[in-house]
């Protein structure tokens, strides 16, 4: 079973940068697609970026391309999301999941939180 593991998040002004990491456990990361999503409060969990396993597919939200950028690591078992020019809009708890190409197993990490305030 993978374990997965987020940490990055903070407090930024608008305009600041963040980098998001997310660790794996327990499983081959090279068999997992990775993504990123967010909930902010009141809101439903939306996906932000994901990063297929060879890394040539990225997918983003309209409204993060450009700023943030999705990234992983197979031989440290860690994919990354760097956000830059941040938005008060982006404050919301951000979470990590792994979702594997051998089976339908997918896993979340317990999430980290991003404010984006003056």
């Known amino acids: 079973q993978m374990q997965v593991v987020e940490s990055g998040g903070g407090l930024v002004t608008p305009g600041g940068s963040l980098t998001l990491s997310c660790t794996t456990s327990?499983?081959?990361?090279?068999?997992?697609?990775m993504g990123w999503y967010r909930q902010a409060p009141g809101k439903e969990r939306e996906l932000v970026a994901n990063?297929?396993?060879?890394?040539?597919?990225?997918n983003y939200a309209e409204s993060v391309k450009g700023r943030f950028t999705i990234s992983r690591d197979n031989v440290r078992s860690t994919a990354y999301l760097q956000m830059n020019n941040l938005k008060p809009d982006a404050t919301a708890v951000y979470y990590c999941?792994?979702?594997?190409?051998?089976?339908?197993?997918?896993?979340w990490g317990q999430g980290t939180q991003v404010t984006v305030s003056l």
């Open positions: 990063i297929e396993i060879s890394s040539d597919n990225k």
């Open positions: 999941h792994a979702s594997s190409v051998m089976d339908s197993s997918g896993y």
């Open positions: 327990g499983d081959n990361f090279s068999w997992y697609v």
